[in-house]
């Protein structure tokens, strides 16, 4: 498998903490790509980090890259109820034009 | 509006039947792809396309076919539905570019008796 024990996780929070989720992978990347999927939607990318970024910021959302352990973190600050949804990264192997996806990580967060 | 969709949203089918899965795209993207995501196994990847006319196996291809006659359409063919194949199928389309964004589809959920 592409990936680490620790990208399958469930998550429940209250709203305003912060929250960090972790992936690991095994394989070579140029990119790290972090989607959300709402209930009942298709997966929409929120985060982008390239294999040349350590961190990336957009908003409330920060990612992390660190390529000698192949790993990344994805942080929500001041989490609000509407980020309840599932929070998957996904990798580019050997620039392939396909993604392979974590199994993703459950964030529930209470209002 | 909507630049991915897929029809139909949802779709019952009886083992042994024809199931077929559309998607279409208005991003004018080259590449689109179909997933299945089933809890436990995140989405797998079973067939994807580089342009009209093109067709690749992904991950889990057997028991798929998949079609892609224009750049804007792109199908999923179930010759003979199984049971295992309950699931909800995502497409989604991406640039030519290595480690480009894919834009999905709102999901069509399928349930095989």
């Known amino acids: 498998s592409q990936w680490g024990e620790e990208n399958l996780q469930a998550l429940s929070i209250q709203e305003g903490e912060d929250v960090t989720m972790n992936c690991s992978y095994k394989?070579?990347?140029?990119?790290v790509q972090w989607y959300r999927q709402k209930s009942g939607k298709g997966p929409a990318l929120i985060i982008l980090?390239?294999?040349?970024?350590r961190e990336k910021r957009s908003g409330r959302l920060r990612a992390t890259l660190d390529t000698s352990s192949q790993s990344s973190s994805l942080s929500i600050t001041g989490t609000l109820a509407t980020d309840t949804a599932v929070y998957f990264c996904?990798?580019?192997?050997?620039?392939?034009?396909?993604?392979?996806f974590g199994l993703g990580t459950t964030l529930q967060v209470q209002p | 509006e909507a630049a991915v969709t897929q029809s139909p949203r949802n779709k019952v089918a009886v083992t042994g039947g024809k199931v077929t899965l559309s998607c279409n795209q208005t991003n004018n993207h080259n590449n689109m792809y179909w997933y299945r995501q089933d809890t436990g196994h995140g989405l797998r990847l079973i067939h994807y396309s580089y342009g009209a006319g093109s067709t690749e196996k992904g991950d889990i291809p057997d028991g798929y076919k998949a079609s892609r006659p224009s750049q804007e359409n792109f199908s999923l063919i179930l010759e003979l539905a199984t049971p295992s194949q309950t699931s909800v199928y995502f497409c989604?389309?991406?640039?030519?570019?290595?480690?480009?964004?894919?834009?999905f589809g709102p999901g069509t959920r399928l349930l095989v008796l």
């Open positions: 980090i390239r294999s040349n970024e």
């Open positions: 996904a990798t580019d192997p050997g620039n392939t034009r396909k993604l392979i």
């Open positions: 394989t070579y990347t140029t990119v």
């Open positions: 989604a389309t991406s640039g030519t570019g290595g480690g480009d964004t894919q834009y």
